[in-house]
């Protein structure tokens, strides 16, 4: 771990200067990155020193320090309850609600794997339960032999023909990653469904906690105090995880650091099945 610490440290130094952001502000740029990596590395281990960095980003950025440690104290409390197969009583059924499917890979030829039913079945229960409430299928084309399949396309093609009405489901189908699904979901609804407040993530339970961390990030970074992210449901998997150090990774994607980002994925999990980041 602490190898992998040193070469991603090396990494956010050396790539930071090639982005828009840090040629914006390379100072705030790579306090930042140093804060994520640590925060997801070390954890409590390295509470002293994420502390001091946060100070020095307070007198380059006061507006990114700010931004930041309200990420790390939602990223703190990511240890959040989850729903498992349906959402709890008392949400808005309005418009004002969003349920946000979280996709999974597709199999060679488009199909869906047998974990994304589940996760739809989940999703299928929650519309029902709140039937005024708008939903958001996200997810890219991951089959590797069907460029033409998208994991979102399937999964509303699989909610209309499971008798969830079509004009309430918004397809977002360029995401390759969480962290894309977070930006790409939250432009689609800003266009489409500006009314929406609540966003409730509809995944597999191990995925949840980075799914809403992730939203609730983009969230802060776009400055949006009036939509949060308010329950969740979520499929009970056998098996499958996500560290905080993926999840570090999915932040410094929000920053725009597709490179460190990516490799932190590879580092953390064998995923190299996965398509290129676009």
């Not at 390295?46 to 700010?66: F, H, K, M, N, Y």
Request: with cysteine; charged share 25%; proline share 4%.
């Amino acid at each position: 771990m602490k190898r992998l610490l040193a070469l991603l440290l090396a990494a956010v130094l050396c790539l930071s200067a090639a982005s828009t952001a840090a040629a914006e502000n390379p100072a705030s740029w790579e306090l930042t990155e140093k804060i994520v990596v640590l925060y997801g590395a070390n954890g409590a281990a390295a509470a002293d020193r994420i502390s001091q960095l946060l100070g020095e980003l307070e007198t380059v950025d006061a507006a990114a320090a700010e931004k930041w440690t309200a990420i790390l104290q939602l990223w703190h409390g990511s240890e959040l309850t989850i729903n498992e197969e349906i959402l709890p009583d008392g949400l808005p059924d309005t418009d004002e609600l969003c349920l946000v499917a979280l996709g999974f890979q597709l199999d060679p030829d488009g199909s869906m794997k047998e974990e994304l039913i589940h996760r739809l079945e989940t999703l299928k229960r929650c519309a029902q339960k709140y039937p005024n409430a708008v939903i958001v299928c996200t997810g890219g084309g991951t089959a590797r032999d069907n460029p033409s399949a998208t994991e979102a396309g399937e999964m509303a093609k699989w909610l209309r023909d499971n008798g969830i009405e079509p004009s309430r489901i918004l397809v977002e189908d360029k995401s390759r990653t969480t962290a894309q699904n977070a930006v790409y979901t939250l432009d689609l609804l800003k266009k489409e469904c500006p009314k929406v407040s609540g966003l409730a993530i509809i995944s597999s339970d191990y995925h949840i906690a980075t799914g809403a961390l992730l939203f609730g990030a983009e969230l802060i970074l776009r400055e949006e105090p009036d939509m949060h992210v308010i329950s969740n449901a979520a499929w009970k998997a056998p098996g499958g995880t996500l560290s905080r150090m993926f999840q570090a990774g999915a932040l410094i994607e929000l920053l725009g650091d597709k490179q460190t980002a990516y490799d932190i994925y590879f580092d953390t999990y064998d995923i190299h099945e996965i398509l290129p980041l676009a």
